[in-house]
């Protein structure tokens, strides 16, 4: 394996004592990769949050174990740490062994084959990949890398430590902010779809002249599509994260701190609250309103303003608990309909005149 | 802002009598940008649809003012004129704002870095972006750009005065027509998905020979997938707009005139009739016949032929006022499955046998 | 057309004698290409399943016709195959014709514009497309075609007789075994999409430190996102076949010989047995169990483990019968929500209470 990962039961001692303490152990080991209790070895740590897993990963000799504290924690030779948020430590480590900066190796910062406009204008220390397109005017901030095979349209602006993976297109005019991440072959910045019907019922195109603005420590999957305003901003705000095969349309406002989950849609014009999360493909259409802190089920399907905070699912979309009432009932549909033309025959009526 | 945009209000009058009127003014004037009456300037052109907007663009002293007729007008020292189609009067001005030509820069038409074919030929005035690939016998129309890191394969026939975004991919032997956009990431003419099981059940692949046919004037959104068909072609025919992460199976059919926003997944074999028109997230199967003048509401699912012009929604599909009824009684199933009960116990049956 | 394609009836009649017979004629003729009844001509081979289409091909006198079996066969000037099994007798013939390994001609089998890293090993008879970014220590097997504009990162392994289309993207260290094929756009190891939230109601990112593994003959369509592991592996086993515009998520293991449509969406760390089957736009969410021999009908919702082999549908999942009862009586909500207020009233039942 390329890079030399390591951490030591000292620095995590020492780093986040909020999150992870010490339970026991020898506080100088290092361990050189993370691996699950069923595959780990002797240079693995090891995160456990049953009780299962902790018995396993100790049969394996770990370099060490983080635990959830509400396990029974044994003194054996193993180091052990102890958290109440598995997934937070996991979020402060996983870090020093993530290779993403070396995932392509290259020697030069720019690299010779990119093309890049010799009036763009690169902070210091920005990677740019093979074959990459930077155009007229565009600024990329420090620490940032442009991967292979990008192409980024003129007079965009990229921020800091922001990582462009290959293959992604940042159409003309398009703001990114700092530390965001988008995976490949995303599309930031096609036009809007706006049309309007001429006489003969033919498709006349609205040229979409705005551009997409994308605030700080926006993360965006793979094969994302988001379109340019027409005249103004379709704006994705500080914070939000953005799976794959999301669709977001010219326009749209989607304010902080969302997660929103893949094969995601969303039509023209629409302004989403913060906090906003959706399981898998939910669909909102255009020119609604979310309000702040909303929750949508997977495949939920929205067509009207949200005024509340809470929960929602279905189509039409129910607050949550009327959802599941909804659809606990809903595959008893055919034996109601039965009743009830049982029920009409009883009282004489005929098929319900 | 690259490039010199401008329109002068004498152009405005001249050009569209029957769409644009001059009401009131200087038509001697020009603007400089387009922009929403809240972020208008002194050279801005403006469009409003409100009397709101109209007040609103006012106090900003906008170059001129393109309003819908039925607002009540002022004769200010601000330039009006007034439409009966607002998005019909911006489908003609914005072009003349629109930068998508220049929106990568590069000296030569034929970028030095691609790689073309000696045996493409391309007409006059052909733009080729960086990085692209174009195969061989590929011909390319007058004025046609190809963006940056697209591969064209072998024997591709491109017409006049279209636009490939950049990281398009057209499949060996495609045909585009004239005044086509592609934006980026979108794949035209990859394998149709068609297998037959062996005796032991596993998957063998039918080769996909045939390729992709689209006419003039279509445009086709980001991250879009038609797949070329089986033995002959897979038509999108003239006029057709299509929105961001559409899939379009191997020989399918979708006449002149449609509309089709984004998510929309259609089946192989299936033919699609004129000005088909659908909201996000329609499902249509495989081998079924739509009739021409069909509208889908936003997530219909067709699993039969539509022989009716006309507007349906659901699944099942339904005509769209039975479909709408459908819906406003879905929400009360649970509480109709209830009453069900209550009046079972009523009438002394023992849960309806 | 590129290539020089052609069959001849005596290799047809030796080759694959328990599927294909000869019914009558001359076993020494040669096909130059595959058409349909309506569309054939003196050179064509003609695959018919109905009488119609044999009796329509056989007025153009094509080269030869292979005909299903259980239609009423004449003995004329045309020569006739017959067979049982009309897809598997395409699946056996159409490679003939497939000129898929020409659809980009390149003289030298590592284009000169590629980028390719000194560490990388590449197996005798590769091909690598114009523009290909090829990582340090990447392995690529024998015969296989990287297409113009791929980015392979750092340490992936691709096994022999692979086909990588243009502008593929396939994340460090995943892993491609023998005879696979993956369409553009396609992303193999992007991110997972895992955050936890801060007290600030802030998401830390989780890193994804997997990979991918692909099978041997697994095919994937065109702009399908495949997010690599947490930890350990996303895992798509031999034989599988993917359609376009998928999702697979961190952790998913999807078993032997699946054959999955378009718009298939699958949430993390959810396991799917062999032989699955789906329509399209199916969706699964997180951490569930799918058994071995599963098929979905399109547009199906799992939510919970399928411990039963078998066909389900719709949402909440059902079994394929109860699901086509439930639509079906689905439809007549509206009127059944009638005949309940009905009753409730002949009853004097005051709305249900």
């Not at 620095?11 to 069923?38: C, F, R, V």
């Not at 990008?150 to 003309?172: K, T």
Request: proline share 5%; net charge neutral.
């Amino acid at each position: 394996m390329i890079g030399n990962l390591m951490i030591d039961s000292k620095y995590i001692e020492k780093s986040w004592p909020e999150t992870i303490q010490l339970w026991h152990g020898h506080p100088t080991l290092a361990a050189k990769n993370i691996m699950t209790p069923d595959q780990c070895n002797s240079e693995s740590l090891v995160f456990v949050s049953t009780q299962a897993q902790l018995e396993l990963a100790l049969t394996k000799n770990p370099a060490f174990v983080i635990s959830h504290q509400s396990l029974n924690l044994p003194k054996t030779s193993v180091t052990i740490f102890k958290t109440s948020n598995i997934p937070l430590a996991m979020s402060l480590i996983f870090p020093f062994f993530d290779q993403k900066m070396i995932r392509f190796s290259q020697e030069q910062n720019v690299h010779p084959s990119a093309c890049v406009h010799p009036s763009a204008i690169l902070a210091s220390d920005v990677t740019i990949g093979p074959f990459a397109s930077i155009g007229a005017q565009v600024t990329i901030g420090a620490n940032t890398i442009i991967g292979a095979s990008c192409v980024i349209e003129n007079e965009v602006c990229i921020g800091d430590n922001s990582l462009i993976h290959p293959q992604v297109f940042i159409g003309a005019r398009s703001m990114i902010g700092h530390h965001c991440e988008i995976h490949p072959h995303t599309v930031i910045g096609s036009d809007g779809f706006g049309y309007v019907k001429d006489k003969n019922k033919k498709n006349l195109k609205i040229p979409q002249l705005g551009r997409v603005i994308i605030g700080d420590s926006v993360e965006i999957g793979a094969n994302v599509a988001i379109d340019r305003a027409t005249l103004t901003e379709t704006v994705i705000k500080s914070g939000t994260k953005i799976d794959n095969l999301c669709h977001i349309a010219h326009n749209c406002i989607i304010d902080e701190d969302g997660l929103i989950a893949a094969g995601f849609l969303v039509a023209g014009s629409t302004q989403i609250g913060k906090r906003f999360m959706t399981g898998g493909n939910s669909v909102v259409t255009d020119h609604v309103a979310i309000s702040d802190d909303v929750t949508l089920a997977g495949r939920s399907t929205v067509t009207n303003d949200i005024k509340l905070p809470g929960a929602y699912g279905g189509y039409p979309l129910l607050p949550i608990r009327e959802h599941l009432k909804v659809l606990a009932s809903y595959v008893h549909i055919s034996e109601i309909r039965k009743k009830v033309a049982l029920i009409l025959k009883k009282l004489n009526l005929t098929n319900g005149e």
